[in-house]
């Protein structure tokens, strides 16, 4: 039975979108303003806050804000969360895979054991 983890899902919904995964990307290299992350996109300022307030609702970012200028930072936790999910998702496929890598070899080693097929004289 799967197991429901509605933050691991808030987290790749939002890492589901391009521009998002961008932002991220960006704040890997620090906090950013929010003119500075919505400069490359070529979207209404209203649409690219909506992508940072995912980011925000799933706690990958968090915001400050003094004066009128609002600064986005990374939060690591969620990534960590996520790293977790992929790598026991990883070791399950590895394990199948040597799962299956041993038994090809073992039909091999039982093929190689059985005589050669005779060349017919046609």
């Known amino acids: 039975m799967i197991e429901p983890n509605p933050d691991l899902d808030a987290l790749f919904r939002a890492l589901a979108h391009p521009a998002r995964r961008s932002v ?3 704040l890997s290299r620090g906090p950013a303003a929010v003119s500075e992350l919505a400069d490359p ?7 690219f806050l909506q992508h940072l307030e995912i980011l925000s609702e ?3 970012v968090d915001s400050t804000k003094e004066g009128r200028v609002r600064t986005y930072r990374l939060t690591p936790g969620p990534l960590g969360r996520a790293e977790g999910w992929l790598a026991k998702q990883r070791g399950i496929w590895q394990q199948r895979l040597d799962q299956l890598d041993d038994y090809l070899l073992r039909l091999r080693g039982e ?10 004289d046609v």
């Open 24 to 26: 991220v990307e960006r």
């Open 41 to 47: 996109f070529d979207m209404a300022l209203p649409s």
């Open 58 to 60: 799933c706690g990958m």
């Open 111 to 120: 093929n190689t054991l059985s005589p050669e097929p005779e060349e017919l």
